[in-house]
């Protein structure tokens, strides 16, 4: 959602700044350029309840949402990966979101891990790339070069498809140039672009969910802690946005009253005092904690507490039990 640019630029922050939960309450699930650290990896690891708070007041304290014509949300965005990796090799996925505007994922040969970004075709410039070495990913071009706003000190970015492009990075320092290129280039050649991609999948199905919100980005790390499932919803205004995940990590945050779900125990409320149009539910659940996050929609705290009344969890700690993205929706 290109008006949420603000927003999002904190959420790119996650290179060199754990986040509180609210970057990811907050991010625009629409992906573009960015620094590409493992965000799962890193999305609780220092957060606070005290940087939920000041986050979202400094955010949304200075913005007013107006009600205007009826709009409709936006189309839903399949949730299936448009690549598998080769079994021939030695690398696995770890973890990866799905957008209108792109894919992320994160790989690991063993002991190095990967972060590469797939953008859809126009949406990404070559420009600086093309100043680097080239090299041959699967007979596309690409080149290796030092792109300042990816991860580490290299990357590799090629054409997977007609002016659509892909970039590899990783915190990995090698013993040279030639040695990070090598191992990056066989990141990329490794993957095997299909229409029939595995589904993102989530620890939770959905019984109950509004009719004005369309599902528009999905995650899930199931290689990597904490480990979670992420599903975001979109309303008609670019604003608008409900999101619910299932995480390793978590706990309440300050101000929200208890309350009891399906026999968890949690909090709800506002995420911010002065702020009423940014509501959540949050509960523990074995293994982790499920959150509710409503941001700009006309909800009110009973509609969070219906749509986590008809949540299914499953075991987090078993990504075999996990719901396909297509599954996890009511139907």
């Known amino acids: 959602m290109s008006t949420t640019q603000d927003v999002r630029a904190a959420f790119d922050t996650l290179a060199d700044h754990a986040p509180s939960e609210v970057h990811l309450l907050l991010a625009d699930p629409q992906p573009r350029r960015r620094n590409l650290r493992p965000v799962f990896a890193t999305a609780i690891a220092v957060a606070t309840v005290i940087a939920l708070a000041a986050a979202l007041a400094a955010v949304l304290a200075p913005r007013r949402h107006?009600?205007?014509?009826?709009?409709?949300?936006?189309?839903?965005?399949?949730?299936?990966?448009?690549?598998?990796?080769?079994?021939?090799?030695?690398?696995?996925?770890?973890?990866?979101?799905?957008?209108?505007?792109?894919?992320?994922?994160?790989?690991k040969d063993g002991h190095t891990t990967m972060s590469m970004?797939?953008?859809?075709?126009?949406?990404?410039?070559p420009a600086e790339a093309m100043r680097g070495t080239p090299v041959d990913v699967n007979g596309h071009r690409g080149y290796f070069t030092d792109l300042s706003t990816y991860i580490g000190d290299h990357n590799i970015a090629w054409e997977?498809?007609?002016?659509?492009?892909?970039?590899?990075?990783?915190?990995?320092?090698?013993?040279?140039?030639?040695a990070a290129k090598n191992a990056e280039v066989e990141v990329a050649q490794s993957l095997r672009f299909t229409q029939h991609g595995p589904l993102v999948r989530v620890p939770f199905q959905i019984g109950n969910l509004p009719?004005?919100?369309?599902?528009?980005?999905?995650?899930?790390?199931?290689?990597?802690?904490?480990?979670?499932?992420?599903?975001?919803?979109?309303?008609?205004?670019?604003?608008?946005?409900?999101?619910?995940?299932?995480s390793s990590s978590g706990k309440?945050?300050?101000?929200g009253a208890s309350v009891i779900v399906n026999s968890y125990r949690g909090c709800i409320g506002r995420l911010t005092p002065t702020t009423p149009n940014a509501l959540g539910l949050y509960l523990q659940v074995p293994g982790g904690w499920l959150t509710?996050?409503?941001?700009?929609?006309?909800?009110?705290?009973?509609?969070?507490?219906?749509?986590?009344?008809?949540?299914?969890?499953?075991?987090?700690?078993?990504?075999?039990?996990?719901?396909?993205?297509?599954?996890?929706?009511?139907?």
Not at 86 to 107: C, E, H
Not at 117 to 125: E, I, M, Q, V
Not at 213 to 225: F, N, P
Not at 230 to 238: K, N
């Open 66 to 107: 107006h009600a205007g014509p009826a709009q409709s949300p936006p189309a839903p965005v399949s949730m299936r990966f448009s690549f598998t990796i080769d079994p021939s090799t030695r690398y696995k996925l770890l973890g990866g979101g799905v957008a209108a505007d792109g894919q992320d994922a994160f790989i």
């Open 117 to 125: 970004h797939l953008y859809r075709a126009g949406a990404f410039d």
């Open 160 to 178: 997977y498809a007609p002016n659509a492009w892909g970039v590899v990075g990783t915190d990995t320092t090698y013993a040279s140039g030639d």
């Open 211 to 246: 009719s004005d919100v369309a599902l528009t980005y999905g995650a899930e790390a199931t290689g990597i802690s904490p480990r979670r499932g992420q599903l975001t919803f979109s309303g008609a205004s670019p604003d608008e946005m409900l999101k619910i995940e299932l």
């Open 252 to 255: 309440c945050f300050a101000g």
């Open 292 to 331: 509710i996050e409503a941001l700009w929609l006309p909800y009110s705290l009973a509609d969070l507490r219906a749509i986590a009344e008809s949540i299914t969890v499953a075991r987090l700690d078993q990504p075999g039990t996990w719901f396909d993205a297509d599954t996890a929706l009511p139907h």
